[in-house]
Each structure stands twice: as C-alpha cells, then as structure tokens.
C-alpha cells in the first residue's frame, strides 16, 4: 500500500489508493473516519452526545456546539491513529458543510480546513444527506445507479432519483416534522425519553400495528412530499384524548397514566406502521418516475426494523436490488462522508479554505 502509481488527477496527487479522512459534526455526533476507495473503512470514529440531550428530549443545538469543540481535537487524532496511515497519505479532506446545526457544521468545518491548510490536502464539502444516501456502499458493494434513495433521519426525510453518488435529483421531501422527528415526538408522548426511533422500533416489535387505525397523510395527487406533523397530533390525542372533546362515561380515561404497558406496545407498532406505510407508498410512487435498479434507504431511520422489512418487500416487488447501510452507518458518522468525498474529489469537486457551512440545501 501507499504512494506506489501516483497518477495526476485534475492536479492532485492519487495514489493506487486513495484514503479521505473525513469529518462530520452536523448534529449531536462528532465523527472523524479514514476511508480507502470510497468504501473500506480503516477507521471511524463516532462520538455521541445523545446523554447530553436525552434529559432535553431533543438536540439543544448551543449544547451541541460546545459538545463539538470538546470532543473533536481527540476524535480525529483517534481516526488518524487507528486507521494507521501517515497523514502524508491521505488524499483528501472531507467535511460535511450542509445542511445540519450551523453552530455543529462550523466545528468540523473549521477543523477540517485546519487541516486541510496545515498539510496541504484539497478541501471537499459534503452534502450530509447526500452521504447518507451513498452510506449501504461503505464497507460493502458500490451501489447500482440510476438508484431510488430515501433519506430519513432527525432532520430530514427527503426522496431521490440518483444518477451516481455525486449527482441526486431531489423528488420529494417533508414539508414539516421528519420521520426521525415524528418518532422523538411520539416517543416524548408516550413517556418514552430520547430518543425515539430505537425504543419505539423495539416496543413496536412486541404490539399489535393494527390496534390504532393512525392517518396516513400522503398529500394531494401523486405527491412525493411528505408530512408527519398530523400523525404526531393524532398519536397526542389518541393518548390524552382531542382538546374540549368530552369524554362518554362508557369511554376509557384519557392520558398516559392509564395506559398499560400493551397499550403503549400497540400505540408504538401502530404509529411505526402508519410511517413505513407512507414511505413505502412514496418510494412506490417515486420508482415510476425513477426506475431504479437499486432502492437505497439510508439517514437514522433506516436502522428501523420494520422499514427494513417493507423496503425489502417493496425493492422485491419493483425487481430492485435493496441496499441498505449496516446499523453502524445508519446514524450520522464520518465514514460516509469520506466515501462519497471520493467521488467529490475523483470529480475534481474540491472547495477553497472560503467554504460556507449551510444550514439548509434549497431544492
Ligand atoms: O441520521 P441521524 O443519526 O441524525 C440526523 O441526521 O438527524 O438520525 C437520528 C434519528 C432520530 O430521530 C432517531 O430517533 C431516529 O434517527 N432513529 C430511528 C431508529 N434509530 C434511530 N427511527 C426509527 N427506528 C429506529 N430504529
Ligand atoms: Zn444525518
């Protein structure tokens, strides 16, 4: 291994193998991972802050901030070290620029220009939805293109048509809560602590999805935008019943003291039915218009059980290949964005020390 054939491309050295080290902090995970090719991971390191917000029931983004700055000095050393490749071999510099917390993105951002600057490494700026969507090829097989992907996570719930890991076409996205949101927020109503989507995929298992017939919002026409805000309400009132409504003497009590534990089962598989219901619906309308060869679920939602099974039955019913990344590259980490920082910069997609950290992305 190392600087064997070294090949000019767009005027940066390649080696036989090309290693990105890169760097996410968007949210409450600062990550730092050295990735080869595109996909084999020498090292990823993730450090949570999800302690620190549990007791907030949600990220506090100041909190988050300052998390950043004391975690991320030793999470990329521990990249460096573990990945055991001199720095003088590492091709690149990736960071995850947009979108996510702008006070979070502006710590990996400032990190990863530092050491971009200091050792002499192009710059490349990663679209962190986009590297969720590249996530099920990192340490496994390069994904088929044209692909169908979703991203579903804390933040966003989003719909492409891919052509490769660099070029999505967005189709659809939330108009309101994202489906990992829809889970912290159902998991708060239930008395459930955060956050949500692991807990209430793992209720979900043991209750009955058809005890509570939850709405399934899909939008006018064919839609592929998609809207969890109601879900979340009638998942409130079912628990503590519709505001000013009287209750019938022959009707049960309202509110979460008098739910039993089967009640809370039922209510978890129920609403986690309604949500795999949409996004399969999505996805199926989604794959006329993009007749993919793969179907990529990626962003923290992905890790959920049942949306694995739906995806897998639908992928199989549309004669698509399912990927799907492993748990680990579920949630937010830096391997995925070295991964798809490698086709940035095959691209020759490398930024100036001027790159902007975004909160959002516009359509
Ligand atoms: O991608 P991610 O780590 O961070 C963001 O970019 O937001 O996603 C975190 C989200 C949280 O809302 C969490 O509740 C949800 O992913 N999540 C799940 C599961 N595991 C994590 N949602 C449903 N089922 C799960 N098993
Ligand atoms: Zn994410």
Redesign the pocket.
Known sequence: MGLMAIEACGGINMSDRTYILGIES????TSCAVVADGGEVLSNVVASQVDLHAKYGGVVPEIASRAHIEAINSVIAEAIELASIPIDQISAVAVANQP?LIGSLLIGLMAAKTLAWVHGLPLVGVN?IYA?AYSPAIDSEPIEYPALAMV?????TALYRCDSPIELELLGSTIDD????A??KV?NILGLGY????V??KLARGGNPKAVDFPRSLLKGQSLDFSFSGLKTAVLYHVNGVPGARRKPSQPEVGLENLSESDIADIAASF?AAVVDVLKIKLRRAAKIAKPKSLVIG???S???G?RQGAAELADALGCSLRLPALKY???NAAMIAGAGYHYLKAGLTAGLDLDARATVSR
């Open positions: 968007s949210c409450d995970e996510g962190h969720h579903a996570s804390g933040g966003h994202a489906a990992g949101e889970f912290d998991a956050p949500g989507g692991p209430i995929d986690q962003g923290g939602v890790a959920n059980s949306l579920c949630q937010d």
